[in-house]
DNA sequence: TAAAGGCGTTAACAAAAGATAATTAATAAA
DNA sequence: TTTATTAATTATCTTTTGTTAACGCCTTTA
């Protein structure tokens, strides 16, 4: 028998959820495994399976036309990846989803999730709580960018994202900066010659 | 009796809403209305009212550490405007909300509406839909902020929101834009001497 | 009607960022 | 361990943006 409110404490999921209720939800979800540099989500992909991050690093990014890598994204443990063009704008992923450590996962198919919060009504808080915080970082981020310098967004980031900077290259925080490499490191000194 | 139909589709509000389930909401919303500069929320405001605006046009901006206002969002006629601070953050709002034309509201205290949802379990799935356009709005805008130009970025954002240039001020839309005023008269301009 | 204030544009200069390439440092592969 | 690759830093130059201020235009107010 699992622990339940042991994994709840570690996997920090469930937070408005009842024990009975993860357990119908662990119940349908399984288990998987990707190595680093593994993808999760290709693009073009129409796979529609949610995964929870247990432990681990996702990058999400996109390959724009002179054939550069940009990463928008970076998902550590305990949140949520998922298809978005496909859940949100019905379409086919426009992103790679890519694991940058070995990251072990829940997932479920959101279809059957769909199926399975229907017929467990209290599954719909967790749904929202998911959401919300999906969409509370997305608002925060924004703000970063029309109310914060460059560098502002970065010491804001390596604050919010304690020690990302020992666990990705550079380049990849620069992208969710919305800078380039160069600048970062040039950004970098800056605040280091400060002290 | 109130053609609900015609409701529907003037307001775009209940997509994925019953007659039935809309009539409930409607019932229990209150209509309001603002003039030009008046404030839907103040800062530092507990108002927690969901507003969905009926016509009109919203400024929801900060005033930063030197006094000045920044504008983060301009929202028009069939969206929602909440309290966010409060719904999502539980603190009062670091933001005005304000009034740029005379807008029309429908209007519900979040909690009477918490407790809608609860009785009436269908409204939940229009709560989903709103909260689903919001992050998809929310994500957009990140993506713009990473992958495009100020230029790109300006010129996205007056083929997302047509007619936009007519109705508010430069400087709140390069506020937007994470750009300064100048800045976009300059773009402006470079944007002019192509064509 | 005149005065005042606000806004968009333009100018001038400083600061920052982008682009490209060279160098150094770190990592991975042979 | 040595070699090959890749990433971060630094340098140089160009472009863009920020800042401040001046100017003309328009709207509001007296």
Redesign the interface.
Known sequence: MVDLNRLKQIYKFGKELSLNDLQVLLKAAKNGSFDKKELLINEGSTRNDVFYIKSGLVRCF?I?DKGEE?T?KLIPEHQVVAN?DLI??SQTSRFFYEALEKTEVFFINYDVLQDLVSRH?KL?AN??YV??R???E??E???S???LSPEERYLRFVKDFPGITNRVQDKYIA??L?ITPVSLSRIRKRIATKN
Chains 1, 2 share one sequence.
Request: aromatic share 8%.
């Open positions: 996109h724009n940009v928008l978005v949100l704008f009504p719909e749904r929202k959401l919300q999906l969409l509370k997305s608002m981020r924004v703000e960018f029309v109310l992208n969710v919305g």
